[in-house]
């Protein structure tokens, strides 16, 4: 653990990408009192207002602050990334533990279908899904959540199939512990590398998917501010308020950058072998 | 070789069946009854007239595998049914109108993303830690966080509304039938370069990354020194006997994108007005128009299907040891 902590120290772009997650998770936390305006209150004699003293990043068509309105914005985007990727870990790694510990038919039904779900575009998946659906924050989270993890499942499957073999694990059945208590207390702990990496690495995708389906106007719908409803305000006034359009997006391009620094960090500190890792561009695009 | 293939067809076939279950499934997640919803009286009226609709159309009152046999017997026959949009053309006829321009949009993204990502890989790997290396790892990163529409937007600011350079909407212009045949080119073609510059930028960096870290594995391996020794050329040696080792795990990867790819036009359609099936997705979405929601999520799912079933023998194609391994495993 030392040693990790060494090497992540060492990797100053991984350190910068944590420095700026940490002021990122304390600015959303700390969004109402940062906020100079009431993210929400209208003012009709603001409509549209260039970036001024005031107002540091303008103001959109119904003259609400914009600054305030992405502060508030990043707390839905982070909320929207940690718990989806919980879900997706939670399901993927339980899943992934199951098939690779029990094998056989077990094993192959649970991959068949982490095949099936991969077979979907995600986009697609999401919007059939959400047209059923009413859209909220929560809606979203459980969506994002429940297509996103098939990729953690084969990652824990696989590691699952190693360490089945060990001598410590296959000690452990000769004195006679319980199938749950190898699982939980020898198999899974040493597991817990690559997930904790692609959850690193699914928290930005997650970020990237939500404020995708919010810019489409299918995401968290307004009055709610995220980043990408208001790039999707930016849209409809795309030739006069360019400050609508290119702050938001600088903000999520800043998040996703540093989250991708911070895993991309983590997984060589972890473990050096772990840089071929595939999977990076199954998480780059929703 | 033909053995490989039917074996990965035989395994495809469980695939398709999923691919329709799965898309039947969806709509039983509708708008139950209306007593739990608890929005306006106007929404909970639609939804009763939507459901009601639904269960003439998919006969929901039956048991739910007489469902699915139904709807699978009307898929077998190519029977989508009808839009409920006021129009109430056949799905089918929907979605082949716009399947085209799709599969034209991805396929351009696609030639382009090799084109570029593999020149792009090789130089950075035989560079490695050059300038050219660190500026192409940063613009990697960068890309990889860059947000599509995001992308897109600045885009249309600069060379649509700033420079008013390129046409930033549709496919063709109003007024295009009175063009000369050469400018009716240039028009359609012109229609295409921020659509398809946007959609190549996302896949670009994943692919140059991979193409540099399986090129780095490779040069590092005994057969590269071998070839070295024997006095070969360097251009030969990176050229011939590296990058054709180096480009097949491109190959599975190429498919593994895909259905991140095509998911990406439902995003670059929608911004720049493309009628394709990414558009068709999303007003079928806002219009709550189940059957070529269903139909949609049907065909492009199997269009991905296919395509890694092509990108598996395209492998196995070129490098035998997959075809021998597979074989070996069965015995």
């Not at chain 2, 459901?51 to 469902?67: C, T």
Request: charged content about 15%; proline content about 5%.
């Amino acid at each position: 653990m030392r040693g990790f902590w060494r090497a992540l120290r060492r990797n100053r772009l991984a350190l910068v990408g944590g420095v700026v997650v940490v002021c990122l998770v304390g600015t959303a936390l700390l969004a109402p009192g940062l906020a100079p305006w009431d993210p929400n209150r209208p003012d009709v004699k603001k409509i549209l207002d260039a970036p001024s003293a005031a107002h540091p990043l303008g103001t959109d068509a119904l003259g609400r602050d914009v600054l305030s309105r992405m502060l508030y914005g990043s707390r839905v985007s982070l909320a929207v990334g940690f718990v989806s990727v919980g879900i997706a870990m939670l399901i993927g790694t339980v899943l992934g533990a199951v098939a690779g510990y029990h094998g056989g038919l077990v094993d192959a039904t649970i991959m068949r279908t982490v095949d099936l779900m991969l077979v979907f575009p995600r986009f697609f998946l999401l919007l059939a899904v959400l047209a059923f659906l009413r859209p909220s924050i929560w809606t979203i989270m459980a969506v994002i959540g429940l297509t996103g993890w098939m990729g953690v499942a084969r990652l824990v499957r696989a590691e699952f199939l190693a360490l089945k073999e060990r001598e410590f694990v296959v000690w452990s059945q000769s004195i006679g512990a319980g199938g749950l208590r190898i699982v939980w207390r020898h198999i899974l702990p040493n597991a817990m590398a690559p997930v904790l990496v692609a959850t690193t690495l699914g928290i930005p995708a997650a970020i990237l998917t939500e404020s995708g389906l919010s810019f489409l106007g299918l995401g968290v719908q307004p009055p709610h501010a995220t980043w990408g409803n208001i790039l999707n305000e930016g849209k409809d006034a795309i030739e006069i308020a360019w400050w609508l359009s290119v702050y938001p997006g600088l903000a999520i391009l800043v998040t996703v950058l540093s989250y991708n620094l911070l895993g991309e960090g983590i997984r060589d500190a972890l473990d050096p072998r772990l840089r071929q890792g595939v999977g990076r561009i199954a998480t780059r695009r929703p | 070789m033909l053995g490989y293939a039917l074996r990965r067809l035989l395994i495809a076939i469980p695939l398709l069946v999923g691919i329709t279950f799965v898309s039947f499934l969806v709509i039983h997640l509708a708008p139950g009854e209306p007593a739990e919803i608890q929005t306006g009286d106007l929404s909970i009226q639609s939804d009763k007239q939507m459901r009601e609709r639904l269960r003439e159309e998919y006969g929901l009152d039956k048991p739910l595998p007489v469902q699915y046999w139904n709807w699978v017997k009307r898929l077998s026959r190519l029977d989508f049914g009808k839009s409920f949009s006021p129009d109430a053309r056949p799905v089918l006829q929907k979605i082949g109108e716009r399947l085209p321009v799709t599969l034209l949009l991805n396929v351009v993204e696609m030639l382009l993303i090799i084109a570029l990502s593999v020149p792009i890989g090789v130089l950075s790997a035989t560079r490695q830690y050059s300038t050219f290396d660190k500026v192409t790892t940063v613009f990697v990163f960068v890309g990889f966080a860059t947000p599509d529409f995001w992308f897109a937007l600045l885009l249309i600011m600069l060379f649509g509304v700033q420079l008013d350079w390129l046409p930033i909407s549709g496919l063709r212009q109003i007024n295009w039938e009175y063009f000369s045949f050469w400018r009716q080119q240039w028009d359609f073609l012109s229609h295409l370069i921020l659509p398809i510059t946007v959609a190549t930028f996302g896949g670009l960096a994943g692919f140059s990354r991979y193409m540099r870290q399986s090129m780095l594995e490779v040069i590092r391996q005994d057969y590269v020194q071998t070839a070295r020794a024997k006095g070969l050329a360097e251009r030969v040696v990176i050229g011939k006997h590296a990058l054709r080792n180096a480009l097949l795990p491109i190959v599975t990867i190429l498919g593994l994108s895909l259905p991140g790819l095509i998911g990406g036009s439902i995003i670059v359609e929608s911004i720049f007005a493309i009628p394709g099936m990414g558009q068709l997705m999303v007003q079928a979405v806002f219009e709550r128009d189940y059957p070529v929601i269903m139909g949609n999520l049907v065909v492009v799912s199997t269009l991905t299907l296919v395509a890694n079933l092509v990108a598996d023998v395209t492998y196995s194609l070129v490098d035998p040891r997959i075809r021998v391994a597979g074989r070996r495993s069965r015995r």
